[in-house]
């Protein structure tokens, strides 16, 4: 890839994610929406410098689908809207108990813990909101989008991940169980994201396979470098109890060696696919050298 | 109305009943899916003993509209999760911190905070995936019955009314925010449940318009009703703070008046549908006349 292709995807990257930004905050309620407190705390929730990863992915897979990009613009936000209320509840005292995310405090700490958990709650509903108004090519099942969201987000996806990372938190456990819990916890949402984008473009069950085989890989490769990084800040004076994490099951040159093998394997389910790559390309390459 | 059929009322009612927690039981995913301790703490919360109010009402708008009623199951089904939902985080020590509901220790005091926060987030998913799968005759929108609840379920719906209850608890107020808090905290998902029924049986517009009357006047008179109650339980020995509730703002005379009124005009409402009204007219004989 030339220098100038990089600059051009490091600038659509930029232009999708800004676009993102501009129809969230036009979609959600004004702050002053009565209850205003709530309001107040779900834009706060929503606008803390995010990447938007989830959504460029959903709006990358529909233009890798064959479809626009901006087509899939309801289902990326039903994704980063569905993500953020996880991170809300996630900080929470009863579960994580942060007090600052991307250097701001919490929800919880800003606007109270019932508050948190409310504006949480409510974002779950305006995901789904989004979800249902996602238009869909004639052949797709008109409740595709809203079902992929529905068993990313539910018992046996982003939830079921979450239960068991939390009971195994400080405890190094079996492969098995850290498979359960990135799969769950962390790819099922880039799966549902990515899935969601090409069910918006109208893709058919052989591309869906592809970008979902693209999407598992990925997710993977993720919440492996996550966990790399994680380690990579903790040596030294981390006083808390050990992070169950897949650095601690594999060591360092294990997780990263499994990263490096997930994203090969994405990159090979790209090879058919009928609309351009690029941006998938470019966001696989992102997840494998990211520096935070 | 004979007391025949005023027996025959009570028993469709109970039949309806057991058919809504017989199609939860299949639907729920066995207490044994992993991860157990999440999915045995769903069917804890949603196997209480509730008299599935709401789901009677959405499989009754729909037979009043025309259909069967069990056309509306899904529907139905996804109210009920929808409900449960806000009842498990209601209970939470940061809301209400309620340890007993319906006789049982609550869902958090049984399973642990982080997962009844858990629990709840994922009975919200699963009640989107119910109303996705909710099939709809042609003419209706595809995606108007999961607008229909995460309208009802969303930061201008039920978590609106409770954001403004909880900043109003232990301080009596003005008449416009009870309306409010009436309004969004109960009557949303009362009228939700009875469009989304409606909507299953294909209601034009008319149809839907008079139904949606009745179903704002029985979420008020229930809301009052409860209000009634409560009152009635807390003479004595109660030692919180004095709830705000519709009683300290209207006198218990004014407030059973009110919910007199809303039953009639819910009543008058139910005139001239397409298919037999005598279960809406049973449950809001009930709501008027509940002891408990």
Redesign the interface.
């Known amino acids: 890839m030339t220098s100038t292709a990089t600059f051009d995807l490091a600038t659509r990257l930029a232009d999708l994610s800004r676009q993102v930004d501009d129809a969230l905050r036009h979609m959600l ?1 004004p702050g002053n ?3 205003a ?3 107040e705390a ?1 834009r706060y929730a929503v606008f803390t410098g995010g990447k938007r990863l989830r959504p460029i992915l959903c709006l990358a897979a529909c233009e890798a689908a064959g479809g626009q990009p901006d087509q899939a613009m309801p289902a990326a936000l039903a994704v980063e809207l569905l993500h953020t ?2 991170l809300v ?1 996630d900080d ?4 994580d108990n942060d007090v600052i995310r991307r250097g701001k405090p919490t929800v919880h700490v800003a606007f109270g ?3 948190a ?6 974002l ?3 995901a ?2 989004q ?3 996602q238009p869909l090519p004639s052949g797709i099942p ?2 595709a989008v ?2 992929e ?3 990313a ?5 982003v ?2 991940g ?3 990372d ?2 195994h938190t400080g405890a190094i456990t079996d492969a098995s169980t850290t498979e ?1 819990i990135h799969r769950h916890k962390t790819a099922d949402l880039f799966r549902a994201a990515i899935r969601m984008g090409a069910l918006a473009a109208g893709a058919n069950h052989t591309v869906l396979e592809s970008l979902t085989q693209y999407a598992v890989n990925l997710g993977f490769a993720f919440q492996i470098t996550d966990d790399l990084l994680d380690a990579a800040e903790t040596t030294g004076d981390k006083t808390d109890q050990p992070e169950f994490n897949c650095v601690s099951v594999y060591g360092r040159d294990g997780a990263r060696q499994r990263a490096e093998k997930h994203i090969t394997q994405a990159l090979q389910a790209l090879e058919k696919l009928p609309g351009p790559t690029a941006l998938l390309h470019a966001v696989a390459d992102y997840i494998l050298t990211r520096t935070h």
Do not use: K, W
């Open positions: 309620p929406t009565r209850p407190i709530l309001h779900i209320y996880t509840h929470l005292p009863c579960m813990e019932a508050n958990l409310l504006a949480g709650d409510a779950q509903a305006l789904f909101r979800a249902a108004l008109p409740d809203v079902l969201l529905a068993d987000a539910g018992s046996t996806g939830i079921g979450q239960v068991e939390l009971a359960f």
